[in-house]
């Protein structure tokens, strides 16, 4: 199965901005999509960007648009999710998983899952 190694997380102040790199260790395929998550303390996993790999069609939960942008870079076989205007309610811990062949931000739909950066936002 490919691993998946998430990276780039940290504290920052809130307002702040972030780049999250997931790194696969072998090569995701065109028709397959890719996920962020985060899951805060004592709350559950949320979805929060998907990206296509083939076209890089996204789709994003709506309280992360305008803020989060995801995207990839297939030569890397990487994945990333650029944060923006960062909220206290921001902080968790981000996974990247592999998804099917259509983005959704339904966490069942991803397997396998990478370990998780985490972000802290004061």
């Known amino acids: 199965h490919v691993q998946l190694v998430e990276s780039g997380g940290g504290s920052v102040q809130a307002g702040g901005s972030l780049i999250l790199s997931c790194e696969a260790s072998e090569r995701i395929y065109d028709g397959n999509c890719m996920g962020w998550f985060r899951q805060a303390p004592g709350k559950e996993c949320e979805g929060v960007a998907s990206i296509y790999i083939g076209d890089g069609t996204t789709t994003y939960a709506d309280s992360v648009k305008g803020r989060f942008t995801i995207s990839r870079h297939k030569a890397k076989n990487a994945v990333y999710l650029e944060i923006k205007s960062l909220k206290p309610e921001g902080t968790a811990m981000y996974y990247c998983?592999?998804?099917?062949?259509?983005?959704?931000?339904?966490?069942?739909?991803?397997?396998?899952w990478g370990r998780g950066t985490q972000v802290t936002v004061s």
């Open positions: 998983a592999a998804g099917g062949s259509w983005v959704t931000l339904d966490s069942k739909e991803y397997k396998p």
